[in-house]
T-cell receptor, first 116, second 112 residues
Framework: DAGVIQSPRHEVTEMGQEVTLRCKPI?????LFWYRQTMMRGLELLIY????????DSGMPEDRFSAKMPNASFSTLKIQPSEPRDSAVYFC??????????????FGSGTQLSVL | QKEVEQNSGPLSVPEGAIASLNCTYS??????FFWYRQYSGKSPELIMF????GDKEDGRFTAQLNKASQYVSLLIRDSQPSDSATYLC????????????FGEGTQLTVNP
């Protein structure tokens, strides 16, 4: 299996621009998570989906952030408009299984976002 | 109080020594505990998980859980330079669905 695939690996954009991050979970995994990692705040959960349905979006920082999962093999995280404080590494992770196994996460390589 | 706290380090040990990494959590209802390893510039990788009080061993790694004291630890025996990484402690409350809360990580350096 190719693992969780994220694109792009690096994104540099200017403040105010729209940014779209993409993720393909491991085939057969029914949970998908979006995390953000910064030096100041560490690894934070933004949102997660189960069977393509958003379950918990309480970590989404504000309305500028939105996430979708149109099918089992694809998810996007969009920031519009982007701001310099959004600069971070954004990780997508997936998992499967019942109970405790659903939080055994497999992470993608991440997208390093820089907003100038 | 942070939900999950780790000594930020950095922690430096000589090759062959035991590295001890500690983590405390605030919610007594927490049920599942995980250790992830993250090399610089890479993504986190699950290395250990523990659900019950006591010790769990996997090769050179031992996870220890004490729910009464609300702490989790990771011991790395016979530390190798390849163990140099940031170790993230993560906790799932069980009642919070699939939300996994991470500590800020402890940076470990193993010196040859």
């Amino acid at each position: 299996d190719a693992g969780v695939i994220q694109s792009p690996r690096h994104e540099v954009t200017e403040m105010g621009q729209e940014v779209t991050l993409r993720c393909k979970p491991i085939s057969g995994h029914d949970y998908l998570f979006w995390y953000r990692q910064t030096m100041m705040r560490g690894l934070e959960l933004l949102i997660y989906f189960n069977n393509n349905v958003p379950i918990d979006d309480s970590g989404m920082p504000e309305d500028r952030f939105s996430a979708k999962m149109p099918n089992a093999s694809f998810s996007t995280l969009k920031i519009q408009p982007s701001e310099p404080r959004d600069s971070a590494v954004y990780f997508c992770a997936s998992s499967t299984g019942q109970s405790r196994n659903r939080v055994k996460l497999f992470f993608g390589s991440g997208t390093q976002l820089s907003v100038l | 109080q942070k939900e999950v706290e780790q000594n930020s380090g950095p922690l430096s040990v000589p090759e062959g020594a035991i590295a001890s990494l500690n983590c405390t959590y605030s919610d007594r209802g927490s049920q599942s505990f995980f250790w992830y390893r993250q090399y610089s510039g890479k993504s986190p990788e699950l290395i250990m998980f523990i659900y019950s009080n006591g010790d769990k061993e996997d090769g050179r790694f031992t996870a220890q859980l004490n729910k009464a004291s609300q702490y989790v630890s990771l011991l790395i025996r016979d530390s190798q330079p390849s163990d140099s990484a940031t170790y993230l402690c993560a906790v799932n409350k069980g009642t919070s669905g699939s939300r996994l809360t991470f500590g800020e990580g402890t940076q470990l350096t193993v010196n040859p």
